[in-house]
């Protein structure tokens, strides 16, 4: 199901593709560059910090098509190669608040289910709605680099 939960919302979405592979689509420097914001979107690699390890950080700088940009942070929760990644996100790098994402990768017979949470207080149904179909380009990226 990809609806709107109790704590934010979630994305069930099904990659032909194994789960190794959508797990190196999300976790590499160079594809999380590729996939971060979408095709329209550049998250260049020399305004990227992102090497996942437990309690580590994350930054990225999102250049969008108009020339604006976006800094990102987060913290790095949880890895466990090929199963599940959780991550934190926020768009406000200087305040305490952020976002936990959630990964869960299981191999199916086509390829490997993404079970993908995010948890998104003080957001209107809108919002949700409106962050989820964001998350879906960002997806279709994902499933390029690993189906590829």
């Known amino acids: 199901m990809t609806g709107i939960t109790a704590e934010g919302f979630e994305i069930h979405r099904e990659f ?3 789960p190794a592979a959508v797990f ?3 976790t590499t420097a160079e594809h999380f560059a590729r996939w971060w914001g979408g095709a329209a979107v550049e ?3 020399d305004r990227l910090d992102f090497e996942p390890v437990v309690g580590g950080t994350w930054s990225a700088v999102m250049v969008l098509p108009d020339g604006n940009t976006i800094d990102w942070a987060g913290t790095f929760l949880e ?3 090929d199963t599940r990644f959780v991550l934190t996100i926020t768009d406000r790098p200087h305040e305490p608040e952020q976002a936990p994402v959630t990964f869960e990768l299981s191999p199916t017979e086509r390829g ?3 079970h993908m949470t995010q948890v998104s207080p003080g957001f209107t149904a809108e919002q949700r709605e409106a962050t989820i179909a964001g998350w879906q380009t960002f997806l279709d990226v994902v499933a390029e680099i690993a189906e590829a």
Do not use: E, K, S
């Open 24 to 26: 190196a689509a999300l």
């Open 43 to 45: 998250v260049p690699l």
């Open 16 to 18: 032909a593709a194994p």
């Open 112 to 114: 490997t289910l993404l």
């Open 79 to 81: 890895i466990t190669p």
